[in-house]
C-alpha cells in the first residue's frame, strides 16, 4: 500500500520556500535565531499549516510546536521532527527540510484519506542550533527529560536577555509538559551538512547514529622572549608545541579508524612578531563513532602533551568544552529507511552523523533513526547550503514510507 | 693614562636612578614613550644633566639631543650615544644606560681636567623604540641620512597625533639639521637583551654587528568546513598548513647556522571549534647574523609553502613587513672594545646583536661598535629587566676607555 503514497513535490517545494522567506537574506539564506521575531514569524507560519491539516496542535513549555494526526489506536506516537531556527547565516534547509516533509507527510496521508494505526506527529524543536541559547538542541533535551523546564528558562543570550522571557514576548510558551506524548520511534530527516552522500554518487543516507565528540581547550604557558636576541636553545616556545600537538592531533586520524580531528582555534599572547609568545589556548574537536577509539585518540593526545610539556618545557593544562558519548540509532528503524529507500529504487548508504541533531535527545527515550540526503559541496551553515529538489522530494518520500509502517506496525 | 680614569659609579647609578622615577610604573619599570610629557621630563632632566657639564648643548629638527664636549681640534666627533624613550611597558635601562653612561665619561673626563682631542659628544636619539611613531630608530635614521626631516615630522601615532606636532608641543623641535656633527666613530652601550652573557659566565660583549631580518607575514587560504561532518580527506585546512610551517622554519634553525626563527602571531578565521579553518594569517621572524643564510633560510621557507600548497591546495601569499641587511660593525672598533675591557680585567666575549639599535643607522655614515652587559634572565621590553650595578659601571668604564682613545687617535 505505501507504494502508492506519494509527497506532493510542487507542494514540499513551495511550502519551503515559504518558509525560507521568513528571516531571509540577501545572500540566500535564512537568519532565524532562536525566539526572536523571525523565529515567532517561522513558528506562526508552521502553526497555520498544520491549522489548515486539522491536526491537533500542541505546544509545550519550551515552545516545541507539536502537530498531531490521531491514529485508530490510542498508545505511543510515530514522531517525525526536526528544527526551524537557524544560526545567524544559516541555510534554507537545515532543520526546516525534517518539519516541512513531516508536514508534507501528514498531508500525504490527509489526501489519500489513510488514517495510521498509531498516532502519528510532527515536532519543531526549540533552539536546535544553540547559536542563540546555550545548549544547543535545548528543545529535544528538555523533551526527553535531560534538563527541567525552569533551568531552560533560565538560559541567557550573549545580550542577558532570558529564553523564557523570550517564549512569553513572542507568545510560544505553551501549556504541556514537554515529553507529554509518549514516542514508539522518532525519525529525522536532515541534509547530510557534509560531502559524503554527494562524493559516493548520491541517494539516501541511512543514518546509524551521532559520532561520539570530545572538546579540549588546551592552554599552553611557555616563557615569551626577544625573537631577535634570544638562541634558539633558551626559548620556551608555547607556539611550537601547539603547532606540534595539531599535527599529532591529525596524525592520529590516519591510524585510528573513523578518528577526526580539527585545530578550529588558536590563540597567542602577546601576539607580536618579534616576540616568543607566552601563552597559546587552541581547540581540539576530537570525534569518532566508537566510543573507545575516541577515548584511544584523547588519550594519545593528553600523552603526547605530558611528552612535550616535560621535553620543552611548556606547561599545558586542559578543559573539557563538551564531551557526548557515541548515540546508537535502533537498528530496525535504521532497516526501515533502508527498505524505504529500495522501495523507491534509490541507492542507500548506511553512514553516521558528524553532527549532533535532536536525534541525539530523542534516542534517550525512543527508537529513532535519521535520512540523509546530499548536501552540494557539503555546506553547512551556510547561506550557499544546497540540496535539489529531486533529492529533497525523494528523501521525503523516504520518510513518509518508513512513518507509515512505523504507525501500522 | 687611560687606566687612570674611572666612572663614577655611584654618581651613574644615581643618575640611571633620577632618570628611572621620572615616567616610573609601578611595576619598577618605566613609561617614557616617544615625545610624550613623561618623554619631555626625560629630556629637560637630561639637558639639565649636560649643562652641569658645562657641554655645548644642540637640538636638531628631529629632537636629537646633543652635548659635545669640545676637542683641542676641529675635526670630526666620537659619539656615543642611546635613547631615553621606552615602549610602554619598558625597564630602566633599555636606551637610558647607553645615553647616562656617556654623561658619566664627559663627566669624569671634566672632574680629571682631561680634554681629548678630538670632539666628544653624547646624543639621546629620538623615537628609537618605534612604540608611538614609525619606524623604530627614527631619530638616528634621520640623523644619517636615510628618512628626511619632513617625512619624519609628518608621521603620526596611532591617534592620528603628528611626530611634527608634538616635537612642537613639548619644545624640542631644534634648530640644528640632523647630522650636523661628523663623525669620527660611533660607541652605542646597551643592555644585551638576551640571556647569552649572563648564560655564558658574565664580563662584556664586544658587538659585532647587528643579524639581518626579515619579517614575513603569510596567508593561508583553504576551504571551511564543519569538522564533524567533512571526512579528513575532504578538508583544506589552513591551520594544518600554518603549523607545518611554524615547524619547518623551526627546523631551519637547527640546520642553517646562526638562523633564528619565531612564529609570533597566528590568527584563524572564523575560529570555532567546530569548524575547519577558512583562512590563517601567521608571521614569521627570520634572523641571521649572515645575509646569504638568511636568503637561504627565506628561499627554504618560500620552497617549502610552494610545495605545501600544491599538496595540500592551500593558497599561501606573503608580505614583507620588514626586511634589513646584516649590519657589520667596523672591526677596529671592535677591537677597541675587546682591548678596553681586558684592560680592567673584564672578561669579553664578541657577539651579534640580536636586536636593532641607533647604532645600525649610525654605521651608515661612520665606523660603529657596540658595547653589552648581561641582562638577568635575557629579559627586555618589561618592567622587570635588571642588571647588576657591577655589571652596569664595568660597562660604562669600556665606554669611558675605548671613547677616551678613539678622540684621541
Same mark, same amino acid.
Given at each position: 500500500m505505501?507504494?502508492?503514497?506519494r ?7 513551495a511550502?519551503?520556500?515559504? /518558509? $525560507?522567506? *521568513?528571516?531571509? !537574506?540577501? %545572500?540566500? &539564506?535564512? =537568519? ?13 507560519w508552521l502553526?497555520n499549516?498544520l ?5 491537533d496542535?500542541?505546544?509545550?513549555a ?7 494526526l490521531k ?5 505511543p506516537?510515530?514522531i517525525?521532527g526536526?528544527h526551524?531556527?537557524?544560526v ?11 518539519v ?12 489519500a484519506?489513510?488514517v495510521?494505526?498509531?498516532d /502519528? $506527529?510532527? *515536532?519543531?524543536? !526549540?533552539? %536546535?542550533? &544553540?547559536? =542563540? ?6 528543545g ?8 527541567s523546564?525552569?533551568?531552560a528558562?533560565a ?7 532570558g ?18 506524548l509518549p514516542?514508539?520511534?522518532?525519525l529525522e ?11 559516493e ?7 546509524t547514529g551521532?559520532q561520539a565528540i ?5 592552554t599552553?604557558?611557555g ?7 634570544t ?13 606540534r600537538?595539531?599535527?599529532f ?6 591510524t ?7 585545530m578550529g582555534?588558536i ?9 616568543v609568545?607566552?601563552t597559546?589556548?587552541?581547540t581540539?574537536?576530537?570525534?569518532n563513532p566508537?566510543?573507545?577509539?575516541l ?8 600523552s603526547?602533551?605530558a611528552?612535550l ?14 564531551r ?7 537498528e ?6 533502508e ?21 541525539q535527545?530523542?534516542s534517550?527515550i ?19 547550503e ?6 529533497i522530494?525523494?528523501g521525503a518520500n523516504?520518510?513518509?514510507s518508513?512513518?507509515?509502517r512505523?504507525?501500522?506496525?
Open positions: 505505501s507504494t502508492n503514497l509527497i506532493d513535490g510542487a507542494r514540499l517545494t511550502r519551503l520556500a515559504e /518558509l $525560507a522567506a *521568513i528571516g531571509a !537574506t540577501p %545572500e540566500g &539564506g535564512c =537568519r532565524r535565531l532562536a525566539l526572536t521575531d523571525e523565529d515567532r514569524q517561522g513558528r506562526d502553526v499549516q491549522e489548515g491539516l486539522g491536526l496542535i500542541r505546544i509545550d519550551i515552545g516545541n510546536i507539536v502537530g498531531i491514529g485508530q489506536e490510542d498508545g506516537a510515530v517525525m526536526s526551524i531556527d537557524t545567524g547565516t544559516g541555510g534554507r534547509y537545515d532543520g526546516a527540510l525534517g516541512v516533509a513531516g508536514v508534507e507527510v501528514l498531508a500525504a496521508l490527509r489526501d484519506g489513510l495510521p494505526k498509531r /502519528l $506527529a510532527v *515536532i519543531a524543536f !526549540t533552539n %536546535e542550533e &544553540g547559536a =542563540r541559547f546555550h545548549p544547543d538542541m535545548l529535544s533535551y528538555v523533551w526527553a527529560g535531560g534538563m523546564v525552569a533551568a528558562h538560559e541567557v543570550d550573549s545580550d542577558g536577555v529564553l523564557g522571557a523570550e517564549l512569553k514576548r513572542i507568545g510560544y510558551e505553551g501549556a504541556e509538559q514537554p515529553g507529554f514516542a514508539h520511534a522518532y530527516y536532515h541534509i547530510e551538512q557534509g560531502p559524503v552522500l554527494e562524493n554518487g548520491g541517494g539516501i543516507g541511512a543514518v551521532i570530545v572538546w579540549l581547550e588546551l599552553l604557558k616563557r615569551p622572549s626577544h625573537a631577535g636576541t638562541p634558539m636553545a633558551y626559548r620556551k616556545d608555547p607556539g611550537l608545541a601547539a603547532a600537538i595539531a599535527i592531533a591529525n596524525e592520529l586520524t590516519k585510528i579508524p573513523g578518528q577526526l580531528a580539527n582555534v590563540r597567542v599572547q602577546p601576539a607580536n612578531v618579534n616576540v609568545p607566552e597559546v589556548t587552541m581540539l574537536d576530537l570525534r566508537d566510543d573507545a577509539s577515548a584511544r585518540a584523547e588519550e594519545a593526545v593528553r603526547f602533551c611528552e610539556s616535560v621535553r620543552d618545557d611548556i606547561a599545558i593544562s586542559f578543559r573539557d568544552l563538551a557526548f558519548p557515541a548515540t546508537p540509532f535502533a530496525p528503524l535504521i532497516a526501515e529507511v527498505r524505504s529507500a529500495a522501495e523507491f529504487g534509490l541507492p542507500v548508504r548506511r553512514m553516521i552523523s558528524g553532527a549532533g541533531h535532536d536525534a535527545m530523542m534517550r525512543c527508537p529513532t533513526a535519521m535520512i540523509f540526503i546530499p548536501s552540494i559541496g557539503g555546506l553547512s551553515h551556510n547561506p550557499a544546497f540540496s535539489t529538489e529531486d533529492d522530494v525523494a523516504v520518510l513518509l518508513a512513518a507509515w512505523l504507525a501500522n506496525a
